[in-house]
Every structure is written in structure tokens, then in C-alpha cells.
């Protein structure tokens, strides 16, 4: 079967199952009020650290670098609001880790560093650049 497929089912059933295991010890009125506060406080923090990484990309521009990190780690906040917003606990807690900065920074460290030794296997040759002039017999 495709990662995909087992992925996107898999999600439910752990969803599923944390609800009913936390809303059988604290019941079924604060499982779904802390899951509404975990949305809400969730979002209002990815927006706000969302801000402070378009500050951090907006200063990087201005000293004529590339915002890598800033524009990864936004897509990043994009996602753990939308992980957020999903009712569940196991994607809160995902969410919560891609928006608290350590974690996050943890996170891309641990994905760079697996994708640079993929990129690194292809053999560096030395190139020497420089200038021609095509000459006519004139």
C-alpha cells in the first residue's frame, strides 16, 4: 500500500482513539473545550510568530540575503495552524511542535541534514572560469 494512503487513514483511527481514552477520564464536555482552546490559542500563536518571521524575512531582505529559513519556517506555521484548526489531539500536538521555535528549528535541522546527505553523493569537479574573445580573421 501507498505511505499516502496508509497515512490518511491512519490519522482518523489515532484521532479516534485519543478521544475516547481522554474524554472517558475528564469527560465529554472539557475533551471538546480543550480541544476549542487548543485551536484558538494555537492560531493566535502561529499568528503571532508568523509576524515575527516576516519581520526576521523582511530584515534579511534588507541586508541583501535570501530568507531561506523564513520562508521555510512560514510554510511551516501554515501547516501547524491548519494542524491546529483540525480537531484532534495528535495533530495539536504536531502543531504544537512545528510553532514552538525550538522545536521547529530541531525539526528542519534533523530534514536538512537527512536531504543533504541524499543532495552530497554526486563527485565535485573544479572548474575554471573565465573570459573569451572570438577573434575574426578580419
Request: no cysteine; aromatic share 12%.
Amino acid at each position: 500500500m501507498n505511505s499516502v494512503l496508509i497515512l490518511i487513514l491512519s490519522i482518523p483511527l489515532i484521532e479516534i482513539y485519543l478521544f475516547i481514552k481522554i474524554g472517558s477520564s475528564i469527560g465529554a464536555f472539557n475533551t471538546i473545550s480543550l480541544i476549542l482552546l487548543t485551536a484558538i490559542i494555537g492560531v493566535a500563536y502561529a499568528r503571532y510568530e508568523g509576524f515575527n518571521t516576516l519581520k526576521s524575512g523582511m530584515a534579511q531582505l534588507v541586508k541583501n540575503e535570501v530568507p531561506i529559513y523564513e520562508i521555510v519556517s512560514g510554510a511551516a506555521l501554515t501547516f501547524a495552524a491548519i494542524l491546529l484548526i483540525i480537531p484532534g489531539f495528535a495533530t495539536d500536538f504536531l502543531g504544537l511542535l512545528l510553532i514552538i521555535p525550538i522545536t521547529r528549528k530541531l525539526i528542519f535541522n534533523t530534514f536538512s541534514k537527512k536531504f543533504n546527505k541524499k543532495n552530497n553523493t554526486y563527485e565535485k569537479k573544479d572548474f575554471i572560469e573565465g573570459e573569451y574573445k572570438d577573434m575574426d580573421e578580419k
